[in-house]
Every structure is written in structure tokens, then in C-alpha cells.
């Protein structure tokens, strides 16, 4: 059996790479982890391990990326997926910018 599926989706490879490293010592090899840089790679990703009957509990989107801000990303993916628990994360520097008045 396979081991259900969470994707990462940042346009920043640092950030993925951060947000894998943490993934994986936390959670061992419960999880597979899957990344994505922009929107509709993971939608496209989402899709393939759907189409596979894969099991994937969660999606994790930063907010502001190019093309698709991380809600816009996340509303698809409720849409084709209503059963995913979707998590959008601000990149905290921009966060701040975007909250000050």
C-alpha cells in the first residue's frame, strides 16, 4: 500500500527544501511528500495521485506565489477534492507588509 500523499506547494525552492526537511523528521515515513513551484503543477499533481486513488490528507500553499496566490490554489483543490484539508502559510516578511497599514 502506499502512503497517503502530502504536496508542498511554494514558488520559492528554499522554502520548499525548508518545508520538506521539517516534514520528514517529523512525520518519518508515514508520508510521502510531494512539492510543487507553482499552482497548477500541483493541481496537475493533485490530479495523478487522485487518478491513482491515492490518499492525500493535506495541501500545504504559500500564499503569494506568481500566477495563483495560495487561496485560488486551495479552492481548486477543495473543489476537486472537498475530503483535502488545505493549509495556506504566508511568507512572514511579505505577511508583515501585506498587514501594515
Not at 520538506?20 to 508520508?31: G, H
Request: with cysteine.
Amino acid at each position: 500500500m502506499n502512503a497517503p500523499v502530502i504536496i508542498c506547494v511554494d514558488d520559492e525552492s528554499i522554502v520548499l527544501k525548508s518545508l520538506v526537511r521539517e516534514l520528514a523528521t517529523t512525520l518519518d515515513d508515514t508520508y510521502e511528500i510531494e512539492v510543487a513551484e507553482t499552482g497548477a503543477e500541483a493541481l496537475d499533481l493533485l490530479q495523478e495521485f487522485l487518478a491513482e486513488q491515492r490518499s492525500i490528507p493535506v495541501v500545504i500553499a504559500d500564499y503569494i506565489m506568481p500566477n495563483m496566490k495560495g487561496t485560488d490554489l486551495l479552492e481548486q483543490v477543495h473543489t476537486l477534492s472537498p475530503s483535502r484539508a488545505p493549509f495556506c502559510f504566508p511568507d512572514t516578511p511579505r505577511w508583515k507588509a501585506l498587514r501594515t497599514p
